[in-house]
């Protein structure tokens, strides 16, 4: 009987808690990271540390002239940054490529000569200190196994080749394009070690067209058109709903806005992927 009234009461109170940070009165302290309110939680906004981590392909960011670093598992190289999320005073990483071990949370390696295609296997130990109040029944230790796909035709990315479907600043009148990675002089497609190729788009703007670019970055769900592209813009495809299970590549959605060096107007196509 002490125990259920026990329960009853605890109830009772965050209950009371819940529906004293649902007050109207502004001077409610409903912040549960101030220790001073009474719903604050010290674990709120604490994870436990894990050994996932990032697999990043460097990607030119237009607007900046720096690079980004966008994660994926099917990567173009050369340079991939491996990246955990989690750092500070007492973890440590441990990382395993190829022949290398190496001890930073974040890494860079250089693929550039590496046969392809191939899948690479990358190694992950971390460990860190243990949060007796947050998670008390953490080891101090994680590992993972991660693999990523090393492409060898540019068209293995979701960006080239693939059909984007879609209207542009909201008309009403649908269009096709595409961004293809072809072979200067035979037009076949390019390869990560071709020689003499460059990137063509085809129907871009809906200008009935194909047209050579020089000035595109890119990776597997981005396309950079930078300082020396006409337009300069970005492209990306995103998965439209995470809770589903994806079916490549119907369930892609894809979002560029641009801009021509000689207009003011900013561009942007909405659309998706259409299937091959």
């Known amino acids: 009987m002490k125990e259920i009234l026990k329960i009853y ?9 819940a529906v004293s940070c649902q007050d109207d009165d502004e001077n409610t302290c409903c912040d549960p990271t101030n220790p001073e309110c009474p719903n604050y939680d010290p674990c709120w906004d604490k994870e436990e540390p894990n050994a996932s981590f990032f697999t990043e392909d460097r ?6 002239g720096e690079n980004l670093w966008i ?6 190289g050369g340079l991939i940054r491996f990246r955990s999320p989690f750092e500070g005073e007492g973890i440590s990483h441990k990382w395993y ?28 130990v971390i460990t860190y200190p243990v949060d007796t109040i947050c998670y008390p029944f953490a080891s101090g230790r994680d590992s993972i196994v991660q693999n990523f796909h090393l492409i060898d035709s ?3 990315l ?7 479907r879609g209207v542009l600043n909201n008309q009403t009148d649908s269009f096709d394009f595409k961004c293809r990675a072809l072979r200067h002089f035979w037009g076949t497609p390019a390869r990560w070690n071709s020689a003499g190729w460059g990137f063509y788009l085809i129907n871009f703007h809906n200008n009935q067209d194909s047209v050579r670019n020089d000035g595109i970055d890119f990776t597997n769900t981005r396309l950079t058109f930078t300082d020396l592209s006409n337009p300069k813009g970005v ?5 439209i709903d995470f809770s589903v299970e994806m079916t490549y590549p119907i369930d892609f959605s894809v979002e560029m806005t641009y801009q021509f060096p000689d207009d003011n107007t900013e561009y942007t196509f909405r659309g998706r992927v259409i299937p091959e």
């Open 235 to 239: 492209l990306v495809v995103d998965p």
């Open 59 to 64: 990607l030119t960011w237009p607007e900046f």
């Open 97 to 124: 490529v190829g022949t290398e071990i190496l001890e930073e949370p974040s890494i860079t390696r250089n693929f550039t000569n590496v046969q392809r295609p191939t899948t690479i296997t990358v190694s992950h």
């Open 71 to 76: 994660h994926d598992t099917i990567l173009k």
């Open 158 to 164: 979701l960006t080239i080749e693939n059909t984007f």
């Open 154 to 156: 540019i068209s293995e």
């Open 9 to 17: 009461f605890l109830l009772l109170l965050v209950t009371a808690l």
